[in-house]
């Protein structure tokens, strides 16, 4: 099991001039899948996103350790991997291309066998030479998580966990696909990594 947390202290997020985070102090660990829940407005995307990129805080936020405002942005890229509630996809792209593109493999026949695997585990198989534009927001959904999964391909890191932030994970996913979506992550964490969730649905949250 890899050694590692996220925690904050005191953490003040300012956006020009609201403050959507004051005084914030969390702990999430390496090996679990820690929820943030909250309804709309309530600072749970601001959280995710000063987790993400270590930009304009004051406080403190560590990374397995580390100051996260000291951590290389290319070097935070092999830490941790976000998935904003909005979805971004380049519509020009299939499934395939789109997921290809965070593949580290150089191997062909290991690039296959990775994007393979993670089609499989996400109910992608048979979409990956769709073009994005023609997906249901449920497939954007997981196609963007297998990006984020593609990006953190093992759970550790040099021995230290790596992180995935999911805001909102779980909206627009339809129910029967949901299950897929959270062994996957039990999967991950269970190999060391650690995952951080917001969620305005708490039922949802404490399936996990």
């Given amino acids: 099991m890899a ?4 925690q904050t202290r005191d953490l003040v997020i300012r956006r020009r001039r609201e403050t959507p985070l004051q005084g914030v102090t969390m702990q999430a660990k390496a090996g679990e899948i820690a929820s ?9 995307s601001a959280l995710l996103q000063a987790l993400a990129d270590g930009l304009k805080y004051q406080g403190s936020i560590t990374l397995n350790g580390r100051e996260l405002r ?5 070097e935070l890229a092999l830490q941790r991997s976000n ?3 909005e979805t971004n996809l380049d519509f020009l792209f299939t499934v395939r291309e789109a997921i290809n593109i965070n593949l580290r493999a150089k191997q062909p026949e290991k690039r296959e066998q990775r994007l393979s695997s993670v089609l499989k585990q996400l109910n992608l198989t048979g979409l990956d030479n769709k073009q994005c534009s023609l997906l249901t927001s449920c497939e954007r959904q997981r196609v963007a998580l297998a ?7 093992e759970a550790t890191f040099g021995g230290q966990a790596r992180w995935l932030l999911l805001d909102e ?3 627009d996913v339809a129910s029967d696909r949901i299950d897929t979506i959270i062994e996957f ?10 995952v951080i969730l917001a969620s305005k649905d708490r039922i949802l949250a404490e399936r996990i």
């Fill in 3 to 6: 050694n590692g947390s996220f």
């Fill in 36 to 44: 943030i829940i909250g309804p709309s407005q309530s600072g749970k």
């Fill in 70 to 74: 000291d951590i290389h942005p290319a």
């Fill in 83 to 85: 998935i904003a509630q």
């Fill in 147 to 153: 990006r984020s999964f593609i990006q953190m391909e």
């Fill in 169 to 171: 994970p779980f909206i």
């Fill in 185 to 194: 992550l039990k999967r991950f964490t269970a190999a060391g990594g650690g």
